[in-house]
């Protein structure tokens, strides 16, 4: 089992509609988690940052994690075409030498 | 957020030779940065876990004697790629950790080819 599972899609959306981006992790003690956008031929930028159980809003995105459920969750809403791009879904241990264990990304494609 | 630098953003190299990449955190110290190296269409792949006066940690397959990292200075950090092969051939990451909120910056990267 891959320690962070990410659909990799490609997701399809409309202009305007909302883009809801999975990740699920293994490692029960992971502690930070992170959603980075990148565009092709980039490096990863980040987006958004979630600790603690709940959601977690920030213009047009809303991070989600549950814990127990080991499920973290990102929403774009009203998604643009700039907002084509893959996103990554990352998971920090803090016990662990701080390194981040990323999945695979899903390639979000919003249609004009 | 955090400013991370990389130079050169580009290199084409024979084979054979060596690559020296050089990673900055511009407005910030940083005690740990990360190297990471992506192929196309594949996520990015942990090299390295680079610590600022000692010996880096390598992910388990990644040549030390080949990925040569120093990490000399708080915002400073280097990889060098020596005797480089075409299968080098990649894109080269960085990144810095934000220690007081955990969170992780790129570089922009570096693309090598080998030829």
């Known amino acids: 089992q891959k320690e962070v599972e990410q659909n990799s899609g490609p997701l399809s959306v409309p202009e305007g509609a909302i883009a809801s981006l999975n990740c699920t992790y293994s490692d029960r003690v992971s502690q930070s988690f992170f959603w980075y956008r990148q565009y092709s031929g980039k490096s990863p930028e980040l987006i958004m940052s979630?600790?603690?159980?709940g959601d977690k809003e920030d213009g047009r995105f809303t991070a989600q994690l549950n814990k127990a459920s080991q499920y973290v969750s990102l929403l774009i809403r009203d998604s643009q075409p700039s907002d084509s791009a893959t996103y990554l879904c990352?998971?920090?241990?803090?016990?662990?030498?701080?390194?981040?264990?990323f999945g695979a990304g899903t390639r979000l494609t919003v249609k004009p | 957020g955090a400013v991370v630098s990389q130079h050169p953003s580009w290199v084409i190299c024979k084979s054979g030779t060596s690559v020296k990449i050089e990673c900055r955190s511009l407005?910030?110290?940083?005690?740990?940065m990360f190297w990471y190296r992506q192929f196309p269409k594949q996520s990015l792949m942990l090299m390295a876990t680079?610590?600022?006066?000692?010996?880096?940690?390598?992910e388990q397959g990644v040549e030390k004697d080949k990925f040569l990292i120093n990490h000399a200075s708080l915002t400073l950090s280097t990889l060098t790629v020596t005797s480089a092969h075409p299968e080098d051939s990649s894109f080269y990451i960085c990144?810095?950790?934000?220690?007081?909120?955990?969170?992780?910056?790129f570089g922009p990267g570096t693309r090598l080819t080998v030829t």
């Open positions: 990144s810095a950790d934000l220690t007081r909120s955990y969170e992780q910056y």
């Open positions: 979630i600790y603690s159980n």
């Open positions: 990352a998971v920090k241990n803090l016990n662990n030498n701080n390194d981040m264990r």
């Open positions: 407005d910030f110290q940083a005690t740990t």
């Open positions: 680079s610590n600022e006066g000692s010996k880096a940690t390598y």
